[in-house]
T-cell receptor, first 113, second 113 residues
Framework: DAKTTQPPSMDCAEGRAANLPCNHS???????VYWYRQIHSQGPQYIIH???NNETNEMASLIITEDRKSSTLILPHATLRDTAVYYC??????????????FGGGTRLMVKP | EAGVAQSPRYKIIEKRQSVAFWCNPI?????LYWYQQILGQGPKLLIQ????????DSQLPKDRFSAERLKGVDSTLKIQPAKLEDSAVYLC???????????FGPGTRLTVT
């Protein structure tokens, strides 16, 4: 799997949008971009994933650049409960062998009142 | 639906002792994963099962770690003998449902003294 680069930490004011960047310049054509988050003392939680089109669900939006070398996870209205470590992961589609997740260090997002 | 269950939640042992962790995946999920998460790092895959067969155990320290999933449902991870560097959170995840994502349990925090 390709490696990703994320800032180690970010702050965001409560109620504002949180924009978490991720660089994945060596991503392959069949690799998806996944985002998970880990709230303190809990297991990681799936947020969203995409291949090349922008995606939105009830939790977040994922914006992938046209060249697919970077992406941004957007939490439109951050709350204190969004304070967590956010992991950007690239991996091949499910039908590829293994389907493992390779976690990096992630971005520690602190949402402040 | 019920999530991934793990027990115990916390365990403290002395080095050279043995310990076992238990995981019950989400019903119907064929794939089960064990991850090790050392403090301040992202989770690292130890072993992946598909039903009761091993798909990937390349990062499992086989001299002291073992895992089984005999009936393709529950799984146990054992460490014998434990070392100080085994202190970590051990996460179990399952996947293979219709959305193909991985769902994580709360983890077992192991402290080796």
């Amino acid at each position: 799997d390709a490696k990703t680069t994320q800032p180690p930490s970010m702050d965001c004011a409560e109620g504002r949008a949180a924009n978490l960047p991720c660089n994945h310049s060596t991503i392959s054509g069949n690799e998806y971009v996944y985002w998970y988050r880990q709230i303190h003392s809990q297991g990681p939680q799936y947020i969203i994933h995409g291949l090349k089109n922008n995606e939105t669900n009830e939790m977040a939006s994922l914006i992938i650049t046209e060249d697919r070398k970077s992406s941004t996870l957007i939490l439109p209205h951050a709350t204190l409960r969004d304070t967590a470590v956010y992991y950007c992961i690239v991996r091949a589609g499910y039908n590829n062998a293994g389907n493992m997740l390779t976690f990096g260090g992630g971005t520690r997002l602190m949402v402040k009142p | 639906e019920a999530g991934v269950a793990q027990s115990p939640r916390y365990k403290i042992i002395e080095k050279r002792q043995s310990v076992a962790f238990w995981c019950n995946p989400i019903s119907g999920h064929a794939t089960l994963y064990w991850y090790q998460q050392i403090l301040g790092q992202g989770p690292k895959l130890l072993i992946q099962f598909q039903n009761n067969g091993v798909v990937d155990d390349s990062q499992l320290p086989k001299d002291r770690f073992s895992a089984e999933r005999l009936k393709g449902v529950d799984s146990t991870l054992k460490i014998q003998p434990a070392k100080l560097e085994d202190s970590a959170v051990y996460l179990c995840a399952s996947g293979g449902g219709t959305d193909r994502e991985q769902y994580f349990g709360p983890g077992t925090r192991l402290t080796v003294t």
